[in-house]
C-alpha cells in the first residue's frame, strides 16, 4: 500500500554526502571490532540509501562536488543544485572593540576554523600546519581558533597536542560556545581556515564570507566548486592539505574594498529569496515531469 | 480559483540551533512557507514514534510531492 502511494507522489531527496565517505576517515579512533561494525552500517546505510533513491523522482544536492559523485552513480536521475542560503548579519560592533573585549593583539593575525571535532574535518593536520607556518613566518603572535563541538574525546586529544607543541598562547579551543559568540569570533577573526579531508557543502564558508574573512580551503566540498567554478574569484585559496601550511604562512590582510566587493556579489548567488525560488522552480519541474 | 500544490518536507532536530545547516533550514522554510502557489508543510522525525505518526499523517493527506531533507544522515 505504500509502495503504490509513493509512485503517486513525487520524492525529492537531498544527499548531503556519502556516509562511507565521510567515514573512511571518522573510523580511524575506534577500536578494530568497532571500526569493522561501524564500516559495514554505513555500507547498509549507503545500500539502502541508493535502493530508496533508484524510486525518487529527482535528487537535490548542495554541492558541484557532491553532484560528481551522485551523477557516477545516478546518471539517468534528474539531479539539481541548490546550494544552502545564507542570511545576511552585520557584525554588531566593530572588529577592534571585539578584539579588546576577547584580549586579543590589534596587530595580531587571526585564523578560525568552525567544524564539529570528527576525524574528517582535519583538526590534527590543521594543528601541525599552523605549527610550520609560525616558523616560517617567524611571526608568532598569529592565532587559531578552533570552533565546534561533538566529540569530547578527540577534544582533549586536540588539547594534549596543543599543549605537548608548546602552542598554548597560539590555538584556542572554543567548545559548545553560543551562536553570538560564533559570530563575534568571525567578526574579529582575518581569514577562514578548513582543513577537512571530506565534505559535503561547509556552510560556515558562506558565514566566515559574511564577515568578510579570506578564506583558505582545502579541496572538498563548497572548497572543490570554488577551485575548479569560482576560480576568478580572489577571496580565496584552495590548495592540498600539504601544501596548507604554505599558504598560512604567506597570508596577508587585505581589507580593501574591492575585496569586500567581490564577496558582495559573490554572496547575492546565496541570498534567501534566490534560494526560496530555486526550490520552488524545482518543485514545478518535479511536478511538470512526472504529471 | 487553483488547487493549491502540497509539499511535505521531512526533517529532522530543526529546533538545535548549534548546528548550522538546522538553523538556515529553519529561516528557509519559513521564506517558502510564504509562497502562494504552494502549501508548504513541515514534518520533523525525531523518534521512531514521529516516523508512524508522520507516515499516517502523509498516507491521508495524500502530499504532490515529498522532499526528505535530513541536513546529515
Given at each position: ?11 525529492i531527496?537531498t ?45 537535490h544536492?548542495l ?17 539539481y543544485?541548490i546550494p544552502y542560503p545564507l542570511e545576511r ?179 547575492m548567488n546565496f541570498s534567501e529569496i534566490k534560494i526560496c525560488q530555486q526550490i520552488l522552480g524545482m518543485y514545478k519541474k ?6 | ?6 509539499v511535505?518536507i ?14 538556515t533550514l529553519r529561516a528557509l522554510l519559513k521564506l517558502l512557507s510564504m509562497n502562494e502557489l504552494f502549501i508548504i508543510?513541515i ?24 522532499h526528505?531533507w535530513?541536513?546529515?544522515?
Open positions: 500500500m505504500l509502495f503504490k502511494y509513493f509512485i503517486k507522489s513525487s520524492i531527496v544527499i548531503h554526502n556519502y556516509a562511507t565517505d565521510e567515514l573512511k576517515y571518522n573510523i580511524i579512533y575506534y577500536s578494530n571490532i568497532k571500526k569493522i561494525f561501524l564500516y559495514y552500517y554505513y555500507r547498509i546505510v549507503d545500500a539502502l540509501y541508493y535502493l530508496i533513491i533508484n524510486r525518487v523522482s529527482a535528487l544536492v554541492s558541484i562536488y557532491v553532484k560528481n559523485k551522485v551523477i557516477k552513480y545516478y546518471p539517468k536521475k534528474e539531479i543544485l548579519e552585520k557584525c554588531n560592533a566593530t572588529k577592534m572593540s571585539l578584539r579588546i573585549k576577547y584580549g586579543i593583539g590589534l596587530d595580531d593575525i587571526i585564523f578560525i576554523n568552525i567544524a564539529n571535532f570528527k576525524p574528517n574535518k582535519g583538526h590534527f593536520m590543521l594543528i601541525d600546519s599552523f605549527e610550520k607556518a609560525l616558523y616560517i613566518n617567524k611571526n608568532y603572535d598569529n592565532k587559531l581558533f578552533l570552533i565546534g563541538s561533538g566529540n569530547s574525546k578527540l577534544v582533549l586529544k586536540i588539547l594534549r597536542l596543543i599543549k605537548s607543541k608548546g602552542l598554548d598562547n597560539n590555538i584556542k579551543i572554543y567548545y559548545n560556545v553560543e551562536r553570538i559568540i560564533v559570530n563575534e569570533l568571525l567578526c574579529l577573526g582575518d581569514c577562514y581556515i578548513m582543513a577537512s579531508y571530506e565534505e559535503g557543502f561547509h556552510l560556515p564558508i558562506l558565514e566566515a564570507l559574511n564577515s568578510y574573512l579570506f578564506l583558505i580551503l582545502t579541496p572538498t566540498g563548497f572548497g572543490y566548486d570554488l577551485k575548479y567554478y569560482y576560480s576568478s574569484y580572489s577571496f580565496h585559496k584552495v590548495v592540498d592539505s600539504h601544501n596548507l601550511h604554505v599558504s598560512i604562512a604567506n597570508f596577508k590582510i587585505s581589507d580593501n574594498d574591492k575585496f569586500k566587493q567581490e564577496i558582495d556579489s559573490f554572496l518535479v511536478l511538470f515531469l512526472y504529471k | 480559483m487553483f488547487k493549491k500544490i502540497l511535505y521531512v526533517t529532522y532536530n530543526l529546533n538545535k540551533t548549534s548546528f548550522v545547516p538546522q538553523k508543510k514534518l520533523e522525525i525525531n523518534s521512531l514514534f514521529d516516523y508512524i505518526k508522520s507516515t499516517i499523517k502523509i498516507l491521508k493527506e495524500r502530499p504532490n510531492i515529498i526528505v535530513a541536513p546529515n544522515y
